[in-house]
């Protein structure tokens, strides 16, 4: 009898976009279909962990077993992450968190007029849900991912350093958006680990692996 990979593990999980209000109608987003976020939290589950999934507007299914909250706005998902964050021992955070969010968003639909000009639209900075939990005083095991255009090794250990994260996931390239595969790399203090292009599901298993031999006391692997 071998015990789950993360039998008596609690892992919290963000996904999806976050969607900024402008008014009642509109807003801005990221791409983002949810789906790496939702394969890994269904693969943790599997593997014993007991999981939560904060998740923002995605049309996908709540994998079964696992515990899903949705929000809308990056500072709903921040706070969600925060109220929760105490009570699990890791920390998974794949959402495309909107990095501003409009600084006045309208009460009413903006009506479009011949007369009146195109309106303009001023941004304030969202906070930075993963390194304010990298930061707290006794922090989960955090795992934060990277979607860069370019340049992803020099980049992505420099992310990590500036998240303050033990392990960074870095996707290659911006055609991950809304496939089913996934290619991606690893960053964390002994360097890079390159994975070979795979379904996101079958991926979501390797990686949930991944992160189980590097936590704290993983006597088990
Ligand atoms: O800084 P950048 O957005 O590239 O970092 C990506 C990582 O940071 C992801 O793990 C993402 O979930 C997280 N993030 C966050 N809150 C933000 C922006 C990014 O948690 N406001």
Redesign the pocket.
Known sequence: FRPKLLAGRRMLI?AGPTFEPIDPVRGITNRSSGKMGFALARAASQAGADVRLIAGPVALATPWGVEREDVET?RQ??DAVMQAVADYDVFV???????WRVAQPSDHKIKKTATQAVPSLSFIE????????ARLPNPPFC??????SDNLETNGEQ?RI??NVPL?IGNLGPATFGRDDNEVVLFDASGVTHLPRSSKDALASVLIEQIARRLPDASLI
Do not use: Q
């Open positions: 963000t990056a998902m921040h955070s794949v959402a495309a968190v909107a990095d969202n906070p930075d849900i993963l390194a304010t939990v795992v934060g991912f990277a979607a860069e992310k500036k998240k960074l």
